[in-house]
């Protein structure tokens, strides 16, 4: 008995095991077989017989406990293996037509669907007939909502426990906590489920005029026969409760629709844009951390010199890129770095006093810190399911951090060679120095002159305070590279937010 898909057999521990409810029997008698799996993982298919101990021959036949997540197939020489894709058979055939649909990405037809959902009335019209598909072996559930926010929306979870059981659910969602289950599940009849090849799908009637949600106090169904509502469709995991429950976990994915629609009819629903509201967000922190944050810190940290005598509306040029309000909408670790420069900037003292030293370290690292989180929470935000942006914004991303980090890179070796030069010039002058005071040390000077600083300690604070002059033909030239390399960046974020 050797499978026929090309792979090779294992010889490690397997990741399921095989249980029976009964080591003896007798003829003509059932034996239950549990087939499991020890890990995270999930079954696609399996292959089991029965045989006598040392004999090729099969006895008996098997018969699925469960139809609905199992189904048993004759792998008998010469016989035709059917599997099917959706055993419910949900479609987009007939969408507009025969049934309403609303399924993400718009146009998709079932296994190519993130998420479908298909409603009709039954021919009484007492019922809507609904049907919800989706990519995910913890759940798929459908809710209406009278806005586009997820609180006191009507919801159903299609579940599928750990042990491969699937249920319908009735819940009332109040936003972001855990939705309420209804205690008797009266809303939901005629069930049917299914789960093929990682797609999760549910069939069962809701009664349209169904009002009265028991054993929930004040919250209600949506009579579904008086108006139209957003309709919310999300994916995502299961979680197991201390008491044993099984609940839906946080969504992965979720969309909603663009319109209230009316179930009682026949539509095709389109998904909802990105709100306007955090599209304007993801542009302000965007050009926020993208554009301005990067040429503020690339211009404090390595063109102070540049223009020294130069203002630009009455504060220095290198300063002017260094405006850090827009920082306060960030997160709150973020924010109070970011909030927390200007404040340290007041007590920092002049550039030859103790306490400069303190603080060119903590401008260093809370400045770092600050930009190190804003990368993190713009990463995260590609994975916000309101903007629905596609894998190249991350790679954008990704190559703007490369390029900001390359060219401090550049820029840093370009002063540290310049620091080469600089500190031979400052040594051999304090070597020539130290010659002529040997030869005239019989003279004794009763009012001697200040000592002057160790040319060399006073260098090392100008490589940080970046006050040596630099190259100024190579920085203004790379100066005008990294802008327009930059501004490509930004542009191509915008134009995914604008587009998505």
């Given at each position: 008995m050797m499978p026929s898909h090309g792979a090779a057999q294992q010889a490690s521990s397997p990741p399921y095991e095989l249980l029976v409810d009964k080591l003896t029997y007798g003829a003509g008698e059932q034996i239950t077989v549990t087939l499991q799996s020890t890990g995270p993982d999930t079954f696609k298919g399996f292959f089991i017989q029965a045989r006598p101990v040392g004999q090729d021959q099969s006895l008996g036949t098997f018969t699925a406990l469960n139809d609905n997540t199992t189904e048993t197939v004759n792998c008998a020489p010469g016989t035709q293996v059917a599997l099917a894709e959706d055993p419910l058979g949900i479609t987009t055939g007939g969408c507009g037509v025969t049934k309403g649909c609303y399924g993400v990405p718009d146009g998709c037809s079932p296994p190519d669907c993130?998420?479908?959902?298909?409603?009709?009335?039954?021919?009484?019209?007492?019922?809507?007939?609904?049907?919800?598909?989706?990519?995910?072996?913890?759940?798929?559930?459908?809710?209406?909502?009278?806005?586009?926010?997820?609180?006191?929306?009507?919801?159903?979870?299609?579940?599928?426990?750990?042990?491969?059981?699937?249920?319908?659910?009735?819940?009332?969602?109040?936003?972001?906590?855990?939705?309420?289950?209804?205690?008797?599940?009266?809303?939901?009849?005629?069930?049917?489920?299914?789960?093929?090849?990682?797609?999760?799908?549910?069939?069962?009637?809701?009664?349209?005029r169904q009002t009265a949600r028991a054993g929930t106090g004040a919250d209600q169904y949506f009579d579904l026969g008086n108006s139209s509502y957003h309709i919310f469709l999300a994916v995502g995991p299961t979680m197991v409760q201390p008491d044993g429950t099984v609940q839906i976990a946080v969504h992965t994915s979720r969309a909603y629709s663009d319109q209230p629609v009316d179930v009682t009819s026949i539509s095709l629903v389109a998904a909802a844009f990105t709100p306007i509201l955090v599209?304007?967000?993801?542009?302000?922190?965007?050009?926020?951390?993208?554009?301005?944050?990067?040429?503020?810190?690339?211009?404090?940290?390595?063109?102070?010199?540049?223009?020294?005598?130069?203002?630009?509306?009455?504060?220095?040029?290198?300063?002017?890129?260094?405006?850090?309000?827009?920082?306060?909408?960030?997160?709150?670790?973020?924010?109070?770095?970011?909030?927390?420069?200007?404040?340290?900037?007041?007590?920092?003292?002049?550039?030859?006093?103790?306490?400069?030293?303190?603080?060119?370290?903590?401008?260093?690292?809370?400045?770092?810190?600050?930009?190190?989180?804003?990368?993190?929470?713009?990463?995260?935000?590609?994975?916000?399911?309101?903007?629905?942006?596609?894998?190249e914004a991350m790679y954008v991303l990704a190559s703007w951090v490369a390029w900001q980090a390359l060219s401090e890179v550049i820029l840093e070796q370009e002063a540290l060679l310049k620091c080469c030069c600089e500190t031979k010039t400052k040594v051999s002058d304090v070597e020539e120095v130290e010659m002529q005071t040997r030869k005239s040390a019989s003279s004794v000077d009763l009012n001697p002159e200040p000592k002057t600083p160790n040319p060399v300690n006073n260098f090392i604070v100008d490589i940080y305070e970046n006050k040596l002059q630099p190259n100024s033909g190579f920085k203004n030239a790379f100066l005008v590279i990294y802008l327009i390399v930059l501004t490509g960046f930004t542009v191509a974020m915008f134009t995914f937010i604008g587009l998505h």
């Amino acid at each position: 008995m050797m499978p026929s898909h090309g792979a090779a057999q294992q010889a490690s521990s397997p990741p399921y095991e095989l249980l029976v409810d009964k080591l003896t029997y007798g003829a003509g008698e059932q034996i239950t077989v549990t087939l499991q799996s020890t890990g995270p993982d999930t079954f696609k298919g399996f292959f089991i017989q029965a045989r006598p101990v040392g004999q090729d021959q099969s006895l008996g036949t098997f018969t699925a406990l469960n139809d609905n997540t199992t189904e048993t197939v004759n792998c008998a020489p010469g016989t035709q293996v059917a599997l099917a894709e959706d055993p419910l058979g949900i479609t987009t055939g007939g969408c507009g037509v025969t049934k309403g649909c609303y399924g993400v990405p718009d146009g998709c037809s079932p296994p190519d669907c993130d998420f479908l959902s298909t409603w009709v009335t039954d021919a009484a019209g007492e019922n809507v007939i609904i049907e919800i598909t989706g990519k995910s072996d913890g759940y798929v559930a459908i809710g209406f909502s009278s806005d586009q926010l997820m609180a006191d929306d009507d919801m159903y979870e299609c579940m599928r426990h750990p042990d491969g059981n699937i249920e319908v659910f009735s819940s009332y969602s109040t936003g972001r906590t855990m939705p309420t289950r209804e205690a008797t599940n009266s809303g939901v009849s005629n069930v049917e489920v299914a789960y093929s090849n990682g797609l999760l799908s549910c069939r069962f009637h809701r009664a349209v005029r169904q009002t009265a949600r028991a054993g929930t106090g004040a919250d209600q169904y949506f009579d579904l026969g008086n108006s139209s509502y957003h309709i919310f469709l999300a994916v995502g995991p299961t979680m197991v409760q201390p008491d044993g429950t099984v609940q839906i976990a946080v969504h992965t994915s979720r969309a909603y629709s663009d319109q209230p629609v009316d179930v009682t009819s026949i539509s095709l629903v389109a998904a909802a844009f990105t709100p306007i509201l955090v599209k304007l967000h993801a542009g302000l922190m965007m050009s926020a951390w993208m554009f301005t944050v990067s040429v503020a810190a690339v211009m404090a940290r390595f063109y102070k010199p540049m223009w020294p005598n130069s203002t630009w509306c009455g504060v220095k040029i290198w300063f002017a890129g260094t405006n850090a309000e827009i920082h306060a909408i960030m997160g709150i670790v973020v924010t109070f770095l970011a909030v927390a420069q200007p404040f340290m900037s007041l007590v920092r003292g002049g550039p030859n006093e103790p306490k400069r030293r303190v603080f060119n370290w903590f401008h260093w690292a809370f400045g770092t810190g600050a930009r190190v989180g804003a990368i993190i929470v713009m990463f995260l935000g590609l994975d916000f399911p309101a903007m629905d942006l596609p894998d190249e914004a991350m790679y954008v991303l990704a190559s703007w951090v490369a390029w900001q980090a390359l060219s401090e890179v550049i820029l840093e070796q370009e002063a540290l060679l310049k620091c080469c030069c600089e500190t031979k010039t400052k040594v051999s002058d304090v070597e020539e120095v130290e010659m002529q005071t040997r030869k005239s040390a019989s003279s004794v000077d009763l009012n001697p002159e200040p000592k002057t600083p160790n040319p060399v300690n006073n260098f090392i604070v100008d490589i940080y305070e970046n006050k040596l002059q630099p190259n100024s033909g190579f920085k203004n030239a790379f100066l005008v590279i990294y802008l327009i390399v930059l501004t490509g960046f930004t542009v191509a974020m915008f134009t995914f937010i604008g587009l998505h």
